[in-house]
């Protein structure tokens, strides 16, 4: 197997992992959580959550779209706090 083959089906793996983590935890939970993600942490959770949704028939596109909700609206906040400065 290449190296690229082996990596292809790493991040497929991992994508899989973090969706069923996401799809585990209530809805009401997203915000709290998001808000102790570092700014990298929610790089990548963004990531993960475009990698999720570009495949609508093995992932809950809801859940998906309330944690992009939650994670663009605490960017955004801090893209204005950082204007406000």
């Known amino acids: 197997m290449s190296n690229r083959a082996l990596h292809l089906i790493l991040i497929a793996r991992n994508t899989a992992t973090v969706m069923e983590v996401l799809n585990s935890i209530k809805v009401a ?3 709290q959580l ?18 999720g949704m570009a495949a609508p028939e093995q992932n809950n596109s809801g859940v998906l779209l309330a944690w992009h909700e939650k994670v663009q609206n605490l960017i955004m906040m801090s893209v204005v706090e950082e204007l406000e400065k």
């Open 29 to 31: 939970e997203v915000a």
């Open 34 to 51: 998001v808000k102790n993600l570092t700014p990298e942490e929610q790089d990548v959770l963004m990531k993960y959550l475009y990698a």
